[in-house]
Structures are given as C-alpha cells and as structure tokens.
C-alpha cells in the first residue's frame, strides 16, 4: 500500500503554498481511513470549506475577467471548472491521489483514481489553506490550480456536459454513437459506480459516486482517447 503517513515535499511544491501539516494531513484523510482507524478525523468539514472558498475565487476571476458577458455565460464558465471532472483532472495534474489516506477497500478499488475522491480531496486542500494561511493564499492557490482550465476556452462545453461533447465528436469523426455500460460496487450507502463507454474501438472507464458522475468521468475518458487519435 502506498504510504501516505505524511504530505511530502513534492506535494507542497506542487501547491506552491505553505500549509500546516497537520491541517494538511487532515485534507488528505478521506472518511474509509478514518473508519478504519477508530473514526478518527477525516477532511469532509475542510471540503464543505473548500467548495465555497472555491466557488467564491472562481466567481470573483470571471466576474472580473470578463465584464462583457452575461450572468448566464458567467454561470456556465464557473461550471465547468468546479465541476468533479474538473477538479479531478486538476488533482490529478498535482498527483494529489497519491498522497491520499484511504482505507483498504478504497485502496484495493481504485480509489486514487476516483473522480469524486480527488475532487473532493482538492477542495478540502483548499479549505485547510483557508484555515492555515489565510483568505489571500487560499484564493492565490485556487488561482494556480484553476487557471489553466479558465485559459482554455475548448474545455468549458466539455467539462459541463462529455457526454455530448463526445456523441458530437464521434459524429465528425464518423465513429459508431457512445454505448455506455453500468457495474456498482459496496453498499447502498456508499455506492461507487464504474461505467464503461465504447466508441468505436475505443472502450474507457470511469468512476463516480452515481451514474451520471460515472459516465461523465468515461466520457471525459474517450473524448482524450479521440482526441489524441487526431
């Protein structure tokens, strides 16, 4: 198992903010570890944090980067950036899954690559730099995390809705239309979705915390595939 006692210095370089360790330790413990370890602490009160430090940031930038568009515009933009795909690719960028403490069910399911993990431990990073460092840090640090995503223009339709964005290329590409497939795993309470879409010759998974989730995060999957094809 890999271990994850302790943030390392890669992650807090790839941050590029100073957080207290502890604090850290704590965004990076997601709820299967803290069961299995006497219910100890876990990070989904610093996520419930980092979802409204980042939704304000992100408001903020796109209320004043872009003073022509309208509320609607605006709306769909911050979509697409707070989105779980989103947050996922942005957790994925940093390697955050790799510092993660999961329990051992997660660990042997592949819960270093799930969507809704990653996001999730993305916002509570967010959310620890809030209660560390301060309001300015936390907003610099969703700065650096975001801001490719807001730079590329291409991904706002994709990231609010793959699944069309993909039945759309695979039309100009002139490949079948995306057939999607469904297995859930654990029990009723805390249900993980796998879901398989096939393009073609191109089969992609995806993990999510529902269906929608699971099938957006495939999409997303396939639509790298084809586009890496040309």
Request: hydrophobic residues 40%; charged residues 25%; proline residues 5%.
């Amino acid at each position: 198992m890999t271990d994850v006692s302790a943030p390392s210095a890669t992650l807090t370089d790839e941050l590029g903010v100073e957080i207290d360790p502890e604090l850290l330790s704590l965004a990076l413990t997601h709820r299967s570890w803290a069961y299995e370890h006497g219910n100890a602490p876990h990070n989904e009160r610093l996520e419930f944090l980092g979802d409204a430090v980042l939704g304000q940031a992100v408001t903020v930038t796109l209320y004043t980067r872009h003073p022509d568009l309208e509320e609607g515009a605006l709306a769909k933009r911050r979509a697409s950036v707070v989105s779980t795909v989103a947050l996922a690719e942005v957790a994925r960028r940093i390697g955050l899954g790799h510092h993660i403490k999961l329990g051992r069910g997660e660990e042997l399911t592949g819960g270093r690559d799930k969507d809704s993990i990653l996001a999730d431990t993305t916002e509570a990073v967010i959310g620890a730099t809030f209660v560390s460092a301060g309001p300015e840090a936390a907003t610099t640090l969703v700065d650096r995390l975001v801001g490719p995503l807001l730079d590329d223009p291409d991904r706002f339709g994709v990231a609010i809705d793959p699944k069309t964005s993909l039945q759309e290329l695979a039309a100009r590409q002139q490949q079948t239309p995306p057939v999607y497939s469904i297995e859930a795993d654990g029990p009723d309470h805390d249900r993980v979705f796998t879901a398989t879409v096939t393009v073609g010759d191109v089969k992609s998974a995806g993990v999510g915390s529902s269906k929608k989730t699971a099938e957006m995060a495939a999409a997303l999957a396939a639509l790298r595939e084809l586009d890496a094809r040309g």
